[in-house]
């Protein structure tokens, strides 16, 4: 049976998960795939650092380039994450005829040109499917078995922790600062979460979901994005009454030539199936022209899920050494999409404005609202919020409409001072 070596760069949760991974499973992957998989270096800078699994002290190193310039590795496996100095390390790897695989979705959304770029000039393979849904096969799946489709859509709930805040937000009744410190106590969110719950984590795997689905690189700072930190208790509530869950969504739709994308609050329709999906589970929502509709949905964190992604990779990559045919296999990602990146494009919006407490006030924001040819769906009034109700919140789901005139409208509101303030604009996502 034939040894392919691996070198690992990183010890932290995702590199234990992949080293525990292949200590649980290494006779069933023998057994399955014909190949037996040794880690036999590993980065760890930190060794006094108490880790979740027991690795021969002997393997670690605190030089990257002890295993990158290793003749006997094969395969190099990037779990550090963060855009440097781990872009460079995997570069590096592929120079040097190493096949390559990360769960390193910040390097790979503003770097993976380059490293493609770089597996196919040094006829290796460059692979992550653990870069966007954790555990969730959603990479290699839209890339291999439904590789004939032309898709028009893709949605996502792709960030545990914001997944599990808004999901105890909804159920418990309790408010941001409240479910954070919960989240953070059980592990689910990081002592600085900023990366969740402003979506830049989210905006990341977006950027690779583009070019898969889509053919087209658009950075992450490219991609309009707003995090959960403004998602309130009241928002919930009547998301809830109007038959909606809010969820922090990854969207990007092809339509007339044109990309919209965006990572935003929304509110999905109760009978939706990603409505149900709780807790730290994510799901990937595509719609292909052959296949129709798909929901892939699992664990998209956590040391184990990610690991066994991660590990999966290795595994075809050591398949295809082993019968001499890996450089048969080509990257996944692709650039070569004309299509005009356009932002939110067109969508329906919930809208939650304090307004002046005063006859016709209402009438007179539903004419702002008519004369930026922006059409009511629905509307609630509620009563006064102050002791002298000289305030009153009042809620609107309004017809598709561009951000852009609405944010005009808005604007217009403002300066009549017909709201006090405008309080909540999260899209409405209706199918």
């Known amino acids: 049976m034939k040894t392919v070596k691996v070198g690992l760069l990183g010890i932290g949760n995702v590199g234990s998960g992949t080293y525990k991974a292949l200590e649980m499973n290494s006779a069933a992957i023998e057994k399955s795939a014909g190949v037996h998989l040794e880690i036999v270096r590993i980065l760890n800078r930190r060794p006094e650092a108490k880790r979740a699994v027991d690795v021969p002290k002997e393997k670690y190193t605190a030089d990257p380039y002890e295993i990158i310039n290793d003749p006997e590795i094969q395969i190099i496996v990037e779990v550090m994450g963060g855009v440097e100095p781990a872009t460079t390390y995997m570069a590096d790897a592929l120079k040097t005829g190493k096949h390559v695989v990360t769960a390193n979705k910040a390097a790979l959304a503003v770097n993976g040109k380059m490293l493609q770029q770089l597996a196919m000039d040094h006829h290796v393979m460059l692979r992550f499917e653990a870069s966007v849904g954790g555990g969730i096969p959603i990479i290699n799946a839209v890339a291999d078995p439904l590789v004939s489709n032309q898709y028009d859509e893709v949605l996502g709930i792709l960030n545990g922790t914001t997944n599990y805040i808004l999901t105890k937000m909804t159920e ?79 969207h990007a739709r092809k339509e007339n030539g044109r ?12 009978s939706h199936p990603m409505a149900a999906v709780s807790n730290e589970f994510n799901a990937v929502f595509v719609r292909g022209n052959a296949v129709d509709e798909l929901m892939f949905y699992g664990k998209g964190a956590g040391p184990l899920p990610t690991g066994s992604a991660v590990l999966g990779d290795v595994i075809d990559i050591a398949n295809c050494i082993a019968k001499g045919a890996a450089f ?79 944010m005009s409208a808005l604007d217009e509101i403002r300066e009549k001072n017909f709201a006090k303030s405008i309080d909540a604009v999260m899209r409405v996502q209706e199918r």
């Open 172 to 250: 418990n009744g309790a408010d941001y600062a409240e479910v954070l410190k919960d989240a953070q106590a059980k592990g689910l969110a990081e002592a600085d979460p900023t990366a969740d719950v402003e979506g830049h984590d989210v905006a990341n795997k977006l950027s690779i979901l583009i070019s898969l689905l889509f053919g087209k690189q658009v950075l992450p700072q490219d991609i309009p994005t707003q995090g959960i930190t403004s998602v309130s208790g009241l928002d919930i509530n009547y998301a809830t009454e109007f038959g909606y869950r809010i969820k922090l969504i990854a």
């Open 259 to 270: 990309l919209i994308c965006s990572v935003e609050p929304t509110l999905l329709p109760l």
């Open 328 to 406: 048969d296999v080509q990257p996944l990602l692709h650039y070569d999409s004309d299509l005009e990146v356009i932002g939110e494009g067109m969508a329906q919006y919930y809208l939650r404005l304090t307004a002046v407490d005063q006859p016709g006030v209402l009438g007179n924001i539903a004419s702002t609202f008519a004369k930026h040819d922006i059409g009511l769906k629905s509307v609630m009034q509620r009563a006064g919020i102050n002791d002298k109700k000289t305030s009153v919140p009042l809620i609107f789901i309004i017809y598709e409409t561009e951000y852009k005139t609405l």
